[in-house]
């Protein structure tokens, strides 16, 4: 799995990126409301730090262009990045969110960019230096690696923070952070060949018919996948009454199916071939959220759950691996960013729809529809494939 050095560089830096998201989606609103913020307040706080995930494509595109220090186009940026994440952190346990609002919104914000910019010159390091018959494994060590600092840290930093102090547990986030930095400041850049070289008439790729259908299927297959994860542990409280700690059991156990789908996923899509791969994750994303709606016991939700984990994370690598292939070389990190926040809009239209149809309809009903959307995506394929965006023969 690590044969090549660079591939446990990406696992590292995205466990990293993970360790991050885990505090961010799990633990940060209970830090607040410890300093009396209203709901408001932590909602306007995540907003904030959403935000460079919005302003990441400028982000990228500096990269594609400037050889910055005239040490590469990927390896200052993501070194920046990282050093940025972690002194925020080391910062963080001195400023009180109650009394310091906008300074800690605006830390958080400064956090989140540190990340979008590492995050995103990662992508293009991938992209600009990976065999193609190695797209799947990366993109599978990229989504486990995330998946893992989300299982792993989410756990280990909420008991930190119970059992010792906050403060603690942001001093080991931002050491966690750091953890990269070695292999970062080791990495060597090939000089970029003249075809190579950013020139904004490739962004004309973007009305080539092919193009235009993978982004619609990553709106779609995002919608999907985030739409019924939304309403997993909701519906298991609902129908079996489970508390906020078994909840939590079933998101690590959704984590690590994650997990393995991500790295069996990636090595799978290298064997067989993009197209077939992208038809296997449709039949497993339809037959795993089927599943949920089928759930009757707790006992069989453990398993259920975990199935649709693999689902998930062998959807979301399938669908990476694909948009690698489909960038142009020389927009690469450009246009892979592009079609990821297309993917993210799809995220939330999933979210607000999959609530939307659970008032209405009912938990097991939203699964059955969700699961049906996966039918959608069969036109596209025919659009991608046929104009050969991507080279879909087995390797």
Request: glycine share 8%; aromatic share 12%; charged share 10%.
């Amino acid at each position: 799995m690590f044969r090549n050095p660079r591939f446990l560089f990406y696992a590292l830096i995205y466990f990293a990126e993970g360790a991050i998201l885990s505090y961010f989606t799990a633990l940060n609103a209970i830090y607040l409301l410890g300093f009396d913020l209203s709901l408001s307040q932590i909602g306007l706080v995540g907003a904030i730090a959403l935000i460079p995930f919005v302003l990441k494509i400028f982000l990228v595109m500096l990269s594609d262009r400037v050889n910055l220090f005239q040490r590469g186009h990927r390896k200052p940026y993501i070194i920046i990045g990282l050093l940025t994440q972690a002194v925020c952190l080391f910062i963080v346990p001195a400023i009180h969110p109650g009394e310091q609002f906008w300074l800690f919104a605006l830390l958080a914000f400064l956090l989140m960019t540190g990340q979008a910019l590492y995050d995103t010159c990662t992508d293009g390091l991938a992209l600009d230096s990976t065999a193609p018959e190695e797209e799947g494994t990366v993109q599978g060590i990229m989504v486990g690696g995330r998946a893992l600092g989300v299982v792993v840290i989410s756990a280990a930093i909420g008991l930190v923070a119970q059992n010792a102090s906050w403060s603690l547990a942001f001093y080991a986030l931002g050491v966690l952070s750091l953890i990269p930095l070695p292999m970062a400041l080791t990495l060597q850049e090939a000089p970029r060949a003249p075809e190579k070289r950013f020139v904004w008439s490739a962004f004309s790729a973007f009305t080539n018919p092919a193009i235009i259908a993978l982004g619609i299927l990553g709106a779609l297959y995002s919608l999907i996948t985030n739409a019924a994860n939304q309403l997993v542990n909701p519906f298991l409280q609902a129908e079996f009454n489970i508390n906020i700690s078994t909840a939590g059991l079933f998101t690590t156990v959704w984590g690590i199916g994650v997990i393995l789908g991500g790295l069996s996923g990636g090595r799978l899509v290298d064997r067989i071939g993009q197209q077939r791969a992208v038809l296997l994750a449709l039949a497993v994303a339809t037959l795993s959220i089927t599943g949920l709606a089928l759930i009757f016991s707790p006992a069989v939700a453990w398993l259920l759950v975990a199935v649709f984990g693999l689902a998930f994370g062998y959807f979301e690598t399938v669908y990476f691996a694909v948009s690698m292939r489909a960038t142009d070389p020389r927009i690469a990190a450009s246009m892979f960013a592009i079609l990821m926040a297309v993917a993210n809009l799809g995220t939330g239209i999933g979210l607000a729809l999959s609530g939307s149809l659970a008032d209405a309809v009912g938990f097991r009903n939203t699964f059955f529809i969700i699961a049906a959307l996966n039918i959608l995506a069969l036109p596209l394929l025919a659009v991608i494939f046929k104009r050969k965006v991507v080279e879909i023969e087995p390797v």
